[in-house]
């Protein structure tokens, strides 16, 4: 079973940064990919990026090049670095794995970027 807890959402000012951390307290054996997806309010859930086993790597457009996906396979856990963060990132923030062909979800975090 795969157990999937995000934590590291907050409110931050515009430019500023946070990491979200999402660890699974479960197996990680057999999990193919992994990764960041977000709800903006009024807005259908996201992609924000992946990361499969050969540490593949996939952004959405609106947060290349301030985005930062990582998995650390020994600790189970997968992070995300936000940098410059703007208004527009503002939403509740889920982590994914895929294993077996299921998808697991965690339960969210909410990220807030407002002065």
């Known amino acids: 079973q795969v157990t999937l807890v995000e934590s590291g959402g907050g409110l931050v000012q515009p430019g500023g940064s946070l990491r979200l951390s999402c660890a699974n307290s479960?197996?990680?054996?057999?999990?193919?990919?992994m990764g960041w997806y977000r709800r903006a309010p009024g807005k259908q859930r996201e992609l924000v990026s992946t990361?499969?086993?050969?540490?593949?790597?996939n952004y959405a457009d609106s947060v290349r090049g301030r985005f930062t996906i990582s998995r650390d396979a020994r600790r189970n856990t997968l992070y995300l670095q936000m940098n410059s963060l703007n208004p527009d990132d503002t939403g509740v923030y889920y982590c994914?794995?895929?294993?077996?062909?299921?998808?697991?979800w965690g339960q969210g975090t909410q990220v807030t970027v407002s002065s």
């Open positions: 994914k794995a895929v294993r077996f062909g299921t998808e697991y």
């Open positions: 990361i499969d086993n050969e540490l593949h790597t």
């Open positions: 479960g197996t990680g054996f057999g999990i193919t990919a």
